[in-house]
């Protein structure tokens, strides 16, 4: 499908989820998603895990501690969602009054199954309130396979649409390069990146990535205060009395030549907005293009297999 136009708006949502609260982090997202509309952006991409909350204390609660991590999941898969479901339901018609595409991170239930494993998942939305489709997160990192399981190739879709080939992946899964191949090769335009990674390190991987793809890239983190989370949960006392951001953000929107056109932006709740033009990708495609003139098939071979 060729883009309405070359030259939109995108947007990048730098915010703080209820935490554990599913109904009001969604009611949140859609009126971000509603004010976004309103400033005429094509795209809004919002955190990793936004519904309903990173679940930031497998880095801080000893996995020992089975009575409050038991405690703890059982409330994450109770305020997750499953696709489809009112939830995504509330989604859609906010996209669609919008006139807008969404990329969410979601916990996702395993409801094809047993309804009580998760998935880390970004759910993409088009702007007649449509599903598209999703991506299960290939690797949880660390601690996070104590939370979410593994997805698999049938979920690294890139969808074909009015504002370009969309497509993405999800925190360190940037760092993967077959995983990034597999979005190179199937052209995506605009690579959104859901993290909870807010460090510099990221940062430059996020610019590194837009230029050796030749893409836009929307990395997007939450930032959350250590106030965002209710008193009534022990594992807030964990982190250090003086410590007033668990995590600062540093969303950032980045052009097909690594450079920052909006962001980092850090300790804030903000949406990020950038006029982004898609003949900037034939541009930087000129001198290097990863899976064009410098693929080098007669050398290397590679093939995509959701089996």
């Not at 199937?186 to 390190?201: F, L």
């Not at 997007?220 to 982190?239: E, H, N, Q």
């Amino acid at each position: 499908m060729s883009p309405i136009s070359s030259s939109f708006t995108v947007a990048a949502a730098q915010a703080a989820p209820y935490f554990l609260d599913r109904e009001k982090t969604v009611e949140k997202a859609c009126s971000l998603i509603a004010q976004a509309g309103k400033k005429k952006a094509k795209l809004i991409v919002f955190p990793e895990a936004f519904i309903s909350g990173y679940p930031d204390w497998v880095w801080v609660v000893p996995n020992g501690n089975s009575v409050l991590l038991d405690k703890l999941y059982t409330e994450l898969v109770n305020n997750a969602i499953s696709i489809p479901d009112g939830s995504t339901q509330q989604l859609c018609q906010a996209a669609k009054e919008a006139g807008i595409f969404v990329a969410i991170g979601v916990h996702e239930k395993n409801t094809e199954t047993s309804g009580a494993s998760l998935y880390n998942t970004i759910l993409y939305i088009n702007d007649q309130g449509e599903i598209l489709g999703k991506h299960r997160k290939l690797i949880p990192t660390g601690g996070e396979r104590l939370i979410w399981g593994q997805g698999d190739g049938s979920t690294l879709p890139a969808f074909d649409t009015s504002i370009g080939k969309l497509g993405g992946l999800l925190c360190w899964e940037n760092f993967m390069p077959l995983a990034r191949q597999s979005m190179y090769v199937q052209g995506v335009q605009i690579h959104v990146a859901p993290t909870w990674d807010s460090s510099e390190n990221w940062l430059l991987s996020m610019r590194h990535i837009a230029r050796e793809g030749g893409m836009y890239v929307i990395g997007v983190c939450s930032a959350v205060k250590k106030d965002d989370i209710p008193d009534k949960y022990k594992f807030k006392k964990l982190y250090s009395g003086n410590r007033q951001w668990i995590n600062p953000g540093n969303s950032c929107i980045i052009n097909p030549r690594g450079e920052f056109v909006a962001g980092p932006l850090p300790e804030k709740e903000e949406i990020l907005y950038a006029e982004i033009d898609l003949k900037q990708i034939l541009a930087a495609k000129r001198m290097f293009d990863v899976t064009g003139h410098y693929a080098r098939p007669d050398v290397f071979k590679y093939f995509i297999s959701a089996d």
